[in-house]
């Protein structure tokens, strides 16, 4: 009787086997997902382009699915290179403390790219601990260019982000540049608060990061925000520090101080019509 039992597990066993996906398989399958994903996307914001609404309501609908998908797939793959693909598609929209439960629990092998890929994010999530929600502002100074002289040398002014924060006043602080789509779409909400808030409580500060990754400079930031009506504080010439510093792994990303320094929200919590809501909130306390 025991002899047909371990026979019978034994089956069952060399039966899930023949059945489980080899990595390979896997990689294809996820593959095909997303470029299928992404085809069907492109698809249907040309068909919906005549309905801002609506394509924002299916762009939103569709990203949920999107990261939620890649979101399991690396849950169930942590210990082969599907994670690791799939680590690529969602780290820049999860959290800090969630990435870093992912980091520690990824057990596949990596080796170059892949490798320096979770290495940089490590350091990307405890940047973003390190600046979460509750902790005092980290400060970073710019080299702001403010034009040229008669020589054509460019003129700097140190700017600072404690010249703004912590000075009394809430914050609003939008890292962008001005090669980025998301960011000049999330300019009319940053505008709308500035105009609704600013005062002697309120105020906001774009800084400007990542420029020459699209081989711009400081004077595309200048001219694209006098097209998109900043008239706000600026800093340009960012480059990479300040984004490294906030543990930001995508652009626009905006984070309110409070009037003591304090980081009240940070990321997708103010985006679109969360960010009236949560400055006025502040402004309330």
């Known amino acids: ?128 601990l390190n600046t979460a929600v509750g902790k005092l502002f980290t400060d970073f100074t710019v080299q702001h260019v403010t034009g040229k002289d008669a020589e054509g040398n460019l003129i700097y002014e140190p700017k600072s982000l404690s010249d703004f924060v912590g000075k009394g006043k809430v914050i609003l602080v939008d890292f962008w540049s001005p090669w980025c789509p998301p960011c000049k779409a999330e300019l009319p909400n940053v505008k709308a608060v500035y105009e609704k808030y600013h005062g002697d409580k309120f105020d906001v500060l774009s800084v400007a990061v990542w420029e020459e990754s699209r081989g711009m400079d400081w004077k595309n930031t200048v001219d694209t925000a006098a097209v998109y009506g900043i008239t706000w504080n600026q800093i340009n010439n960012g480059h990479q520090e300040p984004a490294t510093l906030y543990g930001i792994q995508g652009i626009p990303h905006m984070v309110l101080f409070g009037a003591d320094g304090k980081i009240i929200a940070r990321g997708d919590a103010l985006r679109g019509e969360k960010l009236d809501p949560a400055v006025a909130a502040a402004l309330a306390e």
């Open 1 to 128: 009787m025991k002899k047909s039992i371990l026979i019978l597990m034994a089956a069952a066993a060399m039966l899930v086997a023949c059945k489980s996906k080899t990595v390979e398989e896997k990689i294809d399958e996820f593959n095909e997902w997303n470029q299928t994903f992404f085809d069907n996307y492109r698809a249907r914001l040309v068909a919906l382009s005549d309905d801002p609404e609506a394509s924002e309501a299916f762009a939103d609908s569709a990203y949920k699915a999107y990261l939620d998908y890649n979101t399991t797939v690396l849950k169930k793959n942590l210990d082969n290179a599907v994670g690791v693909l799939a680590l690529k598609e969602v780290y820049s929209g999860l959290e800090p403390e969630e990435l870093s439960t992912y980091l520690n629990k990824l057990t596949a092998p990596l080796e170059g790219r892949d490798s320096a890929f979770v290495e940089s994010l490590k350091t990307n999530v405890q940047a973003g």
